[in-house]
């Protein structure tokens, strides 16, 4: 069974950092591409941040300058450092990953739980 877990979701002030850490285990051979997703209430989920395992990455403009990814392929960890947090960052943060199990030995899409992270003013 694979997981995604996800951590360091909070509150934090306008203008303030963060940073969100997301661990896969179980039983994989391979992980794939990993990312990060955001949904506020009332949204749709938000891509926001991907990267391959040779360490390419895409942003999306709303979090471009301010959000880094990075990933650790022998840890199976992706993190996200997000800085100059506004309020419109709030949000329900999934990290994602397309993961090659053991068995059946095909890419499957899986997601963590979300972590809420708050922004005030």
């Known amino acids: 069974q694979v997981q995604l877990v996800e951590s360091g979701g909070g509150s934090v002030q306008a203008g303030g950092s963060l940073r969100l850490s997301c661990v896969a285990s179980?039983?994989?051979?391979?992980?794939?591409?990993m990312g990060w997703y955001r949904q506020a209430p009332g949204k749709q989920r938000e891509l926001l941040t991907t990267?391959?395992?040779?360490?390419?990455?895409n942003y999306a403009d709303s979090v471009k300058g301010r959000f880094t990814i990075s990933r650790d392929n022998a840890k199976k960890m992706v993190n996200l450092q997000m800085h100059r947090l506004n309020v419109e960052d709030t949000a329900v943060y999934y990290c994602?990953?397309?993961?090659?199990?053991?068995?059946?030995?095909?890419?499957?899409?899986?997601w963590g739980q979300g972590t809420q992270v708050t922004v005030s003013s």
């Open positions: 990267i391959t395992s040779g360490g390419i990455t």
């Open positions: 994602y990953a397309e993961v090659r199990p053991i068995s059946p030995m095909r890419l499957i899409p899986y």
């Open positions: 179980g039983e994989i051979f391979e992980v794939g591409i």
